[in-house]
């Protein structure tokens, strides 16, 4: 059973388009969250949602608009992609007290902007 | 602000040694400390988490240390193998956000 899941796994698109990458988790957790890993390969948050509210929002491009319909989703549309917009895009979840917050990471969706 | 740094980048060793990752931070105020390990073209996966009030996690071949007050923290995989070829990435959790180091890439060659 895949804990945390993304759709899709791969994105082409043309630099201008809207494109939505989409992510669920069956873990039952509160927190998800959307990092962007760049070309080398650093890891950087991007939001995080608790309970369908937004907690974290760091300084990501208004075009990047994260939505949570529910606590198991959290989805991310990207409005005019640009070519900086190319990266792994990784949705985590977790669940628990502060200090024990462990992240599960989903398998990332790699986009790529022509 | 919060950085994290990982030495070495990379590493190579024949089977059966002991690695030996490291990691440091600037700020000590954390919640965890948690250590990852990525393949090439996957996801990341939690190999352990210390909490801020822990000095050690131990699974299996895998040690993590915690040293705050230093802001340091040390992986080390005994005994390894081909298959622990992998980039390990540590990151911290700092004011509700987890800040990654760039990662070392390791290479156990057989």
């Not at chain 1, 974290?56 to 529910?70: A, H, Q």
């Not at chain 2, 700020?27 to 250590?35: E, G, H, K, R, V």
């Not at chain 2, 073209?41 to 705050?68: C, M, P, V």
């Amino acid at each position: 059973d895949t804990a945390v899941s993304q759709t899709p796994k791969y994105l082409v698109t043309q630099m201008g388009n809207d494109k939505s990458i989409k992510c669920e988790q069956n873990l039952g957790h509160d927190t998800m969250y959307w990092y962007k890993q760049d070309s080398k390969k650093f890891l950087k948050i991007m939001f995080s949602y608790n309970n369908k509210e937004l907690i974290i929002n760091e300084t990501v491009p208004n075009r990047f608009s994260p939505k949570s319909p529910d606590k198991a989703h959290l989805n991310l549309h990207i409005n005019s992609l640009e070519l900086g917009d190319s990266a792994v895009y990784f949705c985590a979840s977790s669940q628990g007290s502060r200090e024990t917050y462990e992240q599960y990471f989903g398998p990332g969706t790699r986009l790529t902007v022509t | 602000k919060q950085e994290v740094t990982q030495i070495p980048a990379a590493l190579s060793v024949p089977e059966g040694e002991n690695l030996v990752l490291n990691c440091s931070f600037t700020d000590s105020a954390i919640y965890n400390l948690q250590w990852f390990r990525q393949d090439p073209g996957k996801g990341l996966t939690s190999l352990l988490l210390i909490q801020s009030s822990q000095r050690e996690q131990t699974s299996g071949r895998l040690n993590a240390s915690l040293d705050k007050s230093s802001g340091r923290s040390t992986l080390y995989i005994a005994a390894s193998q081909p298959g622990d070829s992998a980039t390990y990435l540590c990151a911290v959790d700092s004011w509700g956000k987890l800040q990654f180091g760039a990662g070392t890439q390791v290479v156990v060659t057989p």
